[in-house]
């Protein structure tokens, strides 16, 4: 299938490139001398694509071990850099992002910090997992959450109130604190 898709990418909306990288992802099927060439599809494509099918593109080109962080940081890049896709990107897209990031163990910061971004401004509509899955990126990669995805993460799986509105991150009020301060 890898050299199906090489062989007629041109044939293929951004759409199904999209759906073919995560489906090879999701089935983690690894070919390396396929690897490449579906860097070069995904870098082709990502300008066509909106915010969903670039982050289903990344998230899939983690699962299989891609190892080319330029790439993936400018495939990140088309979303956060771009008013249209950054509006158009959910909470769920933008986690998917960062896991794979996390994945690669890719230490991009503006990339990190504008999808986190993204999914403060949208915590209403962030699930758990998404919020488990930014944070758990932000560690592998040994970067410092936002506060208010810890806060968010603390009351929603653990319930917990940030006491004196110090957040969970902050060291006043009690035990714990901050590690990383």
Known sequence: ?????????????????AQS?????????????????MGEIALSVAPRCNAQEIANIVWGLSKVGYLEDDVISQLIRCIT???????????????????????????DEESFSSLSAIILNRMQEATSQAIANALWAHEIVDLQPPRELLDCWAQEN?????AFGEGFSGDKGGKGGNKNK
């Open 1 to 17: 299938y890898l050299k199906f898709l090489v062989e007629n990418r041109e044939l293929m909306t951004p759409k199904q490139t």
């Open 21 to 37: 990288i995560w489906a090879i992802g999701r089935l983690r099927i690894y070919d390396d001398s396929m690897l490449d060439k």
């Open 81 to 107: 850099t771009s008013t249209k896709l950054t509006n158009e990107c959910t909470c769920q897209e933008a986690a998917n992002a960062l896991y794979a990031l996390g994945r690669l163990q890719i230490r």
């Open 158 to 162: 653990l319930g917990l109130v940030a």
